[in-house]
């Protein structure tokens, strides 16, 4: 079975946007998948919009958890899952791979 962990790597702000400071508008991500013997990852960023008036958390106090929590409201479940997926089938193709590098046929 494989572990998919989704991570932040980078984050870019708007030093001035909607009356805040420092306000988070790309969110630079890694995925990783993991089997335990195997392991894969995808790399990608998805833009974050604050809506004024919503909930803000000042750019000190930020976790990574709800980072990613809004990186994946952001994506929505099926881009979610569609990345999982992606990832879990990478660290299945080294487990059994489909396609293989023999050597060729007049070297030996």
Do not use: R
């Not at 803000?56 to 980072?67: G, H, K, N, R, S």
């Not at 569609?82 to 023999?102: A, C, D, G, L």
């Amino acid at each position: 079975m494989v572990t998919t962990t989704w991570t932040i790597t980078k984050l870019d702000v708007y030093q001035q946007a909607q009356g805040e400071t420092n306000v988070v508008c790309i969110a630079y991500w890694n995925l990783n998948g993991s089997d335990g013997t195997y392991q894969s990852n995808i790399q990608g960023t998805q833009s974050l919009i604050y809506v004024t008036g919503s909930p803000f958390t000042p750019y000190d106090a930020l976790t990574e958890p709800q980072i990613v929590a809004w990186v994946l409201s952001a994506m929505g479940p099926v881009l979610v899952s569609n990345f999982e997926t992606q990832v879990s089938n990478m660290v299945y193709q080294q487990e059994k791979p489909v396609i293989t590098t023999p050597p060729l046929p007049w070297s030996n």
